[in-house]
């Protein structure tokens, strides 16, 4: 399992090809992947999303939840990315990649660490737009995608 807490941009299609030319292809039946990218704002006016964390803290908790994917579903293998520091609409913000025997684990597996970084990993994101600025708070949406995995 790979877990990687970066200022410096990715290509999530590099990341993918790695992770699969790392797994070698005997086992996995299915790979998913997820790329999230910062959102603009409906009327267009997001400057950027300035992301922070707390090293060591945060790759804690990140491999405890990845460890957590690994023994659930019994994955091959998993990788979590999740950028910090100021990143612009339409620049890469985090990626999962998933490996198991068959896809309903890939998937499932995924979603879990999707909803657990949504709403669990300690990033702090602000908006900034050309007028204001300011935290983004929790949704209730994402807390109650944690329900199911209980």
């Known amino acids: ?11 999530p299609g590099i990341e993918l090809n790695r992770f699969t ?15 999230g990218v910062v959102r603009n704002r409906p009327d267009g006016s997001l400057v950027r999303m300035e992301i922070e964390h707390y090293p060591g803290m945060t790759e804690l908790a990140l491999a405890e939840i990845g460890q957590e994917a690994m023994s659930r579903w019994s994955l091959l293998d998993a990788l979590v990315i999740h950028r910090f520091g100021p990143l612009v609409p ?9 490996a ?3 896809r309903s684990a890939a998937f499932e597996a995924a979603e879990f660490l999707m909803d657990y970084l949504k709403s669990r990993a300690p990033f702090w994101k602000k908006e900034v737009t050309s007028d ?3 935290w983004v708070a929790a ?3 994402d807390e109650q995608a944690l329900t199911r995995w209980r």
């Open 90 to 98: 339409g620049e890469p913000i985090m990626m999962v990649a998933t």
């Open 1 to 11: 399992m790979d877990v990687r807490v970066q200022s410096s941009p990715f290509d």
């Open 139 to 141: 949704r209730s949406e």
């Open 21 to 35: 030319d790392h797994l070698g292809g005997a086992e996995a039946g299915a790979i998913v992947t997820f790329s």
């Open 132 to 134: 204001t600025q300011g």
């Open 100 to 102: 198991a025997a068959h």
